[in-house]
């Protein structure tokens, strides 16, 4: 099988295995229990978190531990806008996860917020010029995600945290796909909290965090026994904390990714040459060096996902939250794409490991099931 959905998740490295099974053994206590077993998983845990907070560069304490992505996207957005009195008024984009829209809509629902979702250009990206108009004196929060899942568009976020920060507004951003690529230094981009999660670059499903400025008051989203210094009720997964530190040291110790980018741009030509009226979705050069998407006019792209499956490549259609799904995505229609062509994206997402005998074979592969499925079409 060659595996091209690293953007959906991605496997357990060894490492991080290794690092996380003493807290799944042995070491299995509970970081609140006071007893021997307790106070180690404490100590593992406040680790995990310290050496998490230096690849953020933030202090330890500025770090909080979610079960994922989705968990901290929600805390983020609630938890910010809930306890900011400034005022009622979001501003987003788009092209936003689920996790981000849904939350948004929920506090427009449920407390009175109103929400502007700004739109993007043609290769996704949100126009800072679009968000400094949409902000207004009671705006409480901006959140704006740093890459995109579907088509890998790098937002412009430090000009937009700038603007954030002129108009003194919390700017959140959900670094989910972004993490490990991108040096998420809070400092270096201006932000006020960034979510990520572990299952995308190399740690379990079910852990991540949101890592935000102490300063920022965070209303909890989970109430209970007030862990995380009351910003997250549950006990800790302390495996999962651990391998989270362990897999984000792997991610940022990798010395470039040009070799990579280098890998995928080629992909992308090569795809553009051998599959007529292909075209590429998102931008060409603002994108993660691991992403390429397409669609292909005259297909259905669930079908093509299914030719390839048989063929052994496993891809798939944008995000993984919509598979399945026959609505056409709502980022691809936000890029100005037709939904009869939208319908047709497939997205590839290599790893590190993804070599380019795999990539010829795809494109060979992939040729051979986008003419099929026109065939019967
Ligand atoms: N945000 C983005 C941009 C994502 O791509 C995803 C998952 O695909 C999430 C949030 C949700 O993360 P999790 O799967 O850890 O809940």
Redesign the pocket.
Known sequence: MIYLDH??TTPVRREVLEAMWPYLTGEFGNPSSTHELGRSASVALEDARARVAAVFGVRAAEVTFTS????A?NLAVKGIALATPRGRHIVTSAVE?P??LESCDYLRRLHGFEVTVVGVDGEGLVRPADVASALRPDTTLITI?TA??EVGALQPIAALAALAKEHSTPFHT?A??AVGWIDLRLDALGVDAV?I?G??LGAP?GI?ALISRGRLPLEPVLSGGGQERGRRSGTQNVAGAVGLATALELAYARKSDTELAALRDEFIADVLAAVPGALLTGPRERRLPASASFCFPGTSGESVLLGLEARGIVCSSG???AAGSDEPSSVLLAMGIAPEVAQTAVRFTLAEDTTREQLVDTVNQLRVAVESVRSLG
Do not use: F, L, R
Not at 68 to 71: A, D, P, R, S, V
């Open positions: 953007a959906a994922g992505g989705t968990e996207d996860h996790a981000v995600m995109n899942n959900d989910v796909q979510s999660s299952h995308k499903k991540g995000s993984a939250c």
